[in-house]
């Protein structure tokens, strides 16, 4: 597996490989784009019967999830290259502003000036940090979807979270896959809040727009969500997330409340990219300005 992992990084660190990679997948994301506007061009939705409360305590617990995330990368960076944890969440919560940058230039370049790093440890950490919602989060939701439990579905959603985080963990540290480096999933308990603070407010989104079936549809948007993170390219997956989930949720729910998560959902993401990444660029400008 570690040889895997060696050739993966020498075909990205390929400028022009990567460059490719790039373009394919913001071209992706221009076609989901006109294909899932063609597809909803009819339909009129209204938004004046959301409240703004469940907005803003959906919005709170995605950026909870987001320091999460950005303190695990900041516990990846300091454990193996010794650089300080919160010079490393700022510049972290930097790149968020760098996520609709097309051709998903922004988020390592932005994080690269933190300093001169060694190429393949920060390729590592943002492979894992790619990667990992995929891994862990597309088995969790297809156990839950195709299985009918009794239990609350956040108890079983953290279950298999935390078997998955620590399977990853046993698995880096058996194949030694990082050269005896820590990996990104050394942070369990961290990454565990923060999947799960990111489910909580997806499904305050579903459950305000469908209160039946709303961890049904959470769970689909989890999936799309965590699948269209494969397309290296797309800012901030627009459209490919979003056709992903008409997909897979036309035979459930129609277009009008499909139409309506992808929207809220959006702006909560959007708004959290935003409160992170000018948190960080303050914090940035700050620290270069000394």
């Given at each position: 597996m570690k040889k895997l992992f060696n050739t993966i990084f020498e075909i990205f660190d390929n400028k022009m490989n990567f460059s490719y990679?790039?373009?394919?997948?913001?071209?992706?994301?221009?076609?989901?784009?006109?294909?899932?506007?063609t597809e909803f061009e009819d339909i009129n939705f209204d938004l004046s019967n959301l409240n703004i409360e469940f907005l803003i305590l959906s919005t709170f617990f995605m950026l909870l999830s987001y320091i999460m995330f950005g303190i695990a990368w900041a516990n990846y960076?300091?454990?193996?290259?010794?650089?300080?944890?919160?010079?490393?969440?700022?510049?972290?919560?930097y790149s968020n502003l760098g996520k609709y940058v097309p051709g998903f230039v922004g988020i390592p370049l932005l994080r690269i000036t933190q300093k001169e790093v060694k190429s393949k440890i920060m390729f590592f950490g943002l492979v894992e940090e790619?990667?990992?919602?995929?891994?862990?989060?597309?088995?969790?939701?297809?156990?839950?979807?195709?299985t009918n439990f009794s239990t609350n579905y956040f108890i079983l959603f953290s279950f298999f979270i935390v078997i998955l985080i620590k399977l990853m963990k046993s698995m880096f540290e058996k194949f030694n896959i990082l050269n005896g480096k820590n990996s990104y999933v050394t942070s369990i308990s961290i990454l565990f809040f923060g999947f799960l603070?990111?489910?909580?407010?997806?499904?305050?989104?579903?459950?305000?727009?469908?209160?039946?079936?709303?961890?049904?549809?959470?769970?689909?948007?989890?999936?799309?969500?965590?699948?269209?993170?494969?397309?290296?390219?797309?800012?901030?997956?627009?459209?490919?997330?979003?056709?992903?989930?008409?997909?897979?949720?036309?035979?459930?729910?129609?277009?009008?409340?499909?139409?309506?998560?992808m929207f809220v959902a959006r702006i909560v993401y959007l708004l959290s990219d935003s409160l992170t990444g000018i948190y960080g660029l303050i914090k940035v400008s700050i620290k270069k300005s000394n």
């Open positions: 990679l790039k373009r394919l997948g913001l071209v992706i994301s221009l076609i989901s784009i006109i294909f899932i506007t960076l300091n454990k193996n290259i010794n650089l300080e944890k919160k010079e490393s969440f700022n510049f972290w919560a790619q990667l990992i919602p995929v891994i862990i989060l597309v088995p969790t939701s297809l156990i839950l979807l195709n603070s990111q489910y909580i407010s997806i499904f305050l989104i579903c459950n305000e727009i469908v209160s039946q079936n709303a961890h049904k549809l959470a769970l689909l948007y989890t999936l799309s969500s965590s699948i269209a993170l494969i397309v290296i390219g797309s800012p901030s997956g627009i459209g490919v997330r979003e056709l992903i989930l008409l997909q897979i949720s036309k035979p459930i729910f129609n277009n009008e409340i499909l139409l309506l998560v």
